[in-house]
């Protein structure tokens, strides 16, 4: 496989998971995306760096966001390694870090690193603005700019 090839179908493979499992809950799908040795070099506070954690991270979003979806704006792959810069949305019907459903309709960006080898994510680096996620949900006080 070319260079470029192997970009574009690592690129397929976390698209499919931004779209099909975080976006459409398809968790039978994760399963197939999700090497066993997956590592997550920056998991969320109270999950495990595995493939049991990003799962349940997954599935805390999914209670907490039953609509959770993704606009990927735009991916970058050289070779195996995706980079991806995408928005979350979504409407907070379910508790979420010990906070109480809101209603509200949050959005928040991120920035993922993933590697794929053999089909399969490997590995997960990631910086999510989740400050921005906890000032929506009403758990952070708002910014000046935000309070007018």
Do not use: C
């Amino acid at each position: 496989m070319t260079k470029i090839s192997a970009s574009e179908a690592a690129k397929a493979v976390v698209r499919r998971n931004t779209e099909e499992v975080q976006g459409g809950g398809n968790f039978k799908v994760f399963d197939e995306l999700f090497a066993d040795d997956f590592i997550d070099h920056t998991p969320q506070p109270g999950r495990t760096p595995d493939k049991a954690g990003a799962l349940e991270l997954y599935n805390v979003l999914r209670a907490a966001f039953p609509d959770f979806h993704a606009d990927i704006h735009w991916q970058l792959a050289d070779g195996d390694r995706v980079t991806t810069y995408k928005t979350y949305h979504g409407t907070h019907k379910g508790e979420f870090f010990g906070i109480a459903p809101t209603g509200r309709k949050i959005q928040f960006e991120t920035v993922d690193v993933m590697s794929v080898r053999d089909g399969k994510i490997t590995e997960h680096w990631g910086v999510a603005n989740l400050f921005s996620l906890m000032q929506q949900l009403g758990a952070w006080p708002p910014t000046a700019a935000t309070r007018s």
